[in-house]
């Protein structure tokens, strides 16, 4: 009989490397085609969000600033009227007023520090009354120093006023003598006209807002408001608007700094968000009291949606390069497994056929494994061996079919990797030895040895 055995193991890899990158590329192309699309609409989701939270944080923040603004313009609105009343009051009443009105406008100036001086002009521009509040520091100035205002514009838009009415300057710094003062004390003037009881206008009340209280206060809000903000007064005149220069960021311009179709579109609407070019510009109007609508506009460049891409990449940069290796490596574990178990499927398949080939074949035939395990055997060699199929499969090869004298010569030889033609013994189930002569059969099953046995 013939005893052969093979020391190769299943499904060893017999494929071609050209085979493993064909079968790589077939599922890892797919899979980075799924991970861009995944890339690509995570990116656009998060530029959109990005987007619109950008631009509602600055209708929120337009908002506030309309609010605080609304607030701040009716105090000084309301601040101005009272102190006409007052003036106008005690002129009627004394022919000396201006003791009595100098201690109310001390007075009002040390409960109030909004306002860094408090005026009264009379007709020609001549300051008849003025008290001062240098950092909570408040005096009255003296007859000698007082100046003469008639050159300066807000007297001028004041003195036009009618009763009632109140003009507020745009943002500007102010000037003492002819001459900016210093430190930079951003201004804003606010004037109302006074009127006698026979209804002659006899002057004006100025008082001087101090700028510094409502930037601090849109600073809270937007710190970066003035490098965007624009605030425009009912004349159209930019109270506060971005200066890119050295310097401050306030000061006076008569013509509208916004392009002509944005000024023109805002000047038609109430609020609103409107696109031009690369910028956005979002805005509201505020009524002041008997002065006209004040603008708030926002301009927000697209440029800065550049920083959310910046942070994009660095939140999920790592994250996607993590996912291209984990990709990578999986796809070539499944492809060397596909082609492994393609391989074993055919091996398997061809070992089906073989099997069926030797089950109708006239001659013995056993199968065994590379641990000397009988797998199969034919019919003809049981009526041979006189044996059941369960005595055989599943038993060891030496053992049940090697008679005792020669299990440790065939247990050496069957650790050979080839040999043509052996002479062994088979126990028959009578206990009887019989000589045969075996075969070997190699074939295509690099896993199991096939032995077919003959008649002697």
């Given at each position: ?27 890892v ?69 201006f ?11 040390t ?13 020609k ?43 507020i300057?745009?943002l ?25 009881i ?6 004006v ?25 624009y ?11 971005p ?33 031009l ?26 440029e ?31 492809s ?15 070992e ?8 109708n074949?006239q001659?013995?035939?056993v199968?065994?494994d ?9 019919d ?9 199929n369960?005595d ?35 126990a ?6 019989r ?20 008649h002697?």
């Amino acid at each position: 009989m013939l005893y052969s055995k093979t020391n190769c193991t299943p499904c060893r890899e017999a494929y071609k490397p050209k085979q493993l990158i064909a079968e790589w590329l077939l599922w890892v192309v797919p899979a980075y085609s799924a991970m861009l699309i995944i890339l690509s609409g995570h990116y656009l989701l998060s530029m959109d969000n990005e987007k619109q939270y950008a631009l509602h944080n600055e209708r929120v923040i337009v908002t506030l600033i309309e609010e605080i603004l609304g607030d701040t313009l009716v105090q000084m609105s309301a601040d101005s009227k009272n102190l006409t009343y007052v003036v106008a009051t005690s002129i009627a009443k004394n022919s000396h007023p201006f003791p009595e009105l100098k201690d109310y406008f001390v007075q009002l100036s040390t409960n109030n520090h909004s306002y860094d001086q408090i005026r009264f002009l009379d007709n020609k521009g001549q300051e008849q009354l003025r008290v001062n509040n240098q950092e909570g520091h408040v005096t009255s100035v003296p007859m000698s120093e007082l100046q003469n205002k008639a050159h300066r514009y807000y007297w001028k838009h004041t003195m036009s006023l009618k009763q009632g009415e109140v003009y507020i300057s745009p943002l500007d710094f102010n000037i003492e003598r002819k001459e900016v003062q210093h430190p930079l004390n951003p201004t804003i003037r606010v004037g109302a006209p006074v009127f006698g009881i026979d209804g002659k206008k006899i002057g004006v009340i100025i008082l001087n807002y101090k700028g510094n209280l409502l930037i601090n206060k849109l600073i809270t809000i937007a710190p970066s408001f003035s490098n965007h903000l624009y605030l425009y007064n009912p004349q159209g005149i930019a109270v506060i608007h971005p200066n890119k220069g050295k310097g401050s960021h306030f000061a006076v311009k008569d013509k509208p700094s916004l392009p002509s179709e944005v000024f023109n579109w805002i000047q038609s609407q109430k609020l609103g968000q409107y696109q031009l070019g690369n910028s956005y510009y979002t805005f509201s109007k505020v009524t002041a009291p008997n002065e006209g609508n004040w603008t708030i506009v926002s301009q927000f460049p697209t440029e800065r949606f550049s920083l959310s891409r910046q942070a994009f990449y660095r939140n999920y940069l790592a994250l996607y390069l993590i996912l291209i290796i984990v990709i990578t490596t999986a796809c070539f574990i499944f492809s060397r497994f596909r082609l492994q178990a393609r391989q074993l499927k055919s091996q398997q398949k061809y070992e089906l056929q073989f099997r069926q080939t030797l089950e109708n074949v006239q001659l013995a035939a056993v199968t065994i494994d590379n641990q000397g395990t009988v797998t199969f055997c034919n019919d003809y060699f049981l009526k041979m061996v006189g044996f059941k199929n369960s005595d055989v499969i599943g038993h060891r090869w030496v053992e049940k079919f090697i008679p005792r004298e020669l299990k440790e010569q065939a247990t050496r030889l069957s650790t050979k990797p080839y040999y043509n033609k052996i002479i062994n013994h088979i126990a028959k189930a009578s206990s009887k030895l019989r000589m045969v002569k075996s075969d070997l059969y190699l074939g295509h099953l690099p896993s199991l040895k096939t032995t077919i046995i003959k008649h002697c």
